[in-house]
Each structure stands twice: as structure tokens, then as C-alpha cells.
């Protein structure tokens, strides 16, 4: 077993880990943020992603000991209580979600595209959300939700 610290979400976090256990595996299990989902568990279908110091990543493939000392928002962590962010904001205004379980990877890599773009082209969005892969919409709606969310105020 190994110490770590994370901040997670604005919070510090120090956890005892075993060599193999992976981001995924501390953020769900440990700390119980399940918003955060397992889908592939082979980095392909975005639903685990998380940001970790400011870039998207695949939670299941990261080793929880990578990130030590690192900085992650979960999905859980974009709310101001009850006031949802405004990527979240946009996906039930305009429907981006249906089953659900992609959400989370997708509001967090829309939210890293609009951080570091803030006035995507749909191809940038495309491109900024091609890591996850959604079942159930067909992704208009979600390109729609994103386009919607881009220069708001908060994101």
C-alpha cells in the first residue's frame, strides 16, 4: 500500500492505494463519487473521463499513484451547490443526454474544449468530445448542447 494526496473536486484527499488500483477505482470505491463511470475499462469509451490538471483523462487507465500530488474535477465537482455549471446546464436544456451513462465523460470534455476554446466550430467540438462514445443520441443533440453552453458566462 501506498500514501497518495489528490485534490478532488477543491478537496484535499490522502488515500492509501495498492500499486494496481486505478483512478477510477479511488473516485468511485474510495471516495465514492460514482458519477464517474466504468464503461470499457480500456480507455475507449470516455465514460470514466475525468480532468486531471486541467487536461481530460481516461480514469481507468490512469494508476491512482500517477496522480498523486494532481488536481482532478469529477463531474460532482462542477456544481456551485445547487446552481449546475453551465455545460451541465446546456446538456438538460437542450437534451444532449439520454440513458445518461456518457454524460459525465462528455460534460467534462465539453468543459476542457470551452476552457480552452470557448468558441468551438462543430468540427472542434467533434474533435474535443472524440474520446467518448455515446449509444444513445446520435450526438446532435450533445454538439447542440456544447455550441449552446460556448460563451457563457462561468464556463
Not at 20 to 44: A, F
Not at 76 to 96: M, R, S, T, Y
Request: net charge negative.
Amino acid at each position: 500500500m501506498k500514501q497518495i494526496r489528490l485534490t478532488v473536486n477543491g478537496k484535499v484527499q490522502d488515500i492509501e492505494v495498492n500499486p494496481w488500483d486505478t483512478l477510477l477505482d479511488v473516485i468511485r470505491v474510495e471516495l465514492g463519487l460514482t458519477g464517474t463511470k466504468e464503461g470499457c475499462g480500456l480507455g475507449e469509451c470516455g465514460a470514466c473521463t475525468v480532468i486531471m490538471n486541467g487536461k481530460t483523462v481516461n480514469s481507468c487507465l490512469v494508476l491512482a499513484i500517477e496522480a498523486d500530488g494532481k488536481e482532478i474535477i469529477t463531474v460532482e465537482g462542477l456544481a456551485q451547490g445547487e446552481k449546475l455549471h453551465p455545460v451541465q446546464q446546456a446538456f438538460i436544456d437542450e437534451g444532449g443526454l439520454q440513458c445518461g451513462f456518457c454524460t459525465p465523460g462528455m460534460v467534462l470534455s465539453a468543459k476542457a474544449l470551452l476552457d480552452e476554446n470557448p468558441n468551438p466550430t462543430d468540427e472542434e467540438i467533434r474533435r474535443g468530445i472524440s474520446g467518448n462514445f455515446c449509444r444513445c443520441t446520435g450526438y446532435t443533440k450533445i454538439i447542440k448542447s456544447i455550441k449552446s453552453a460556448a460563451g457563457q458566462k462561468g464556463v
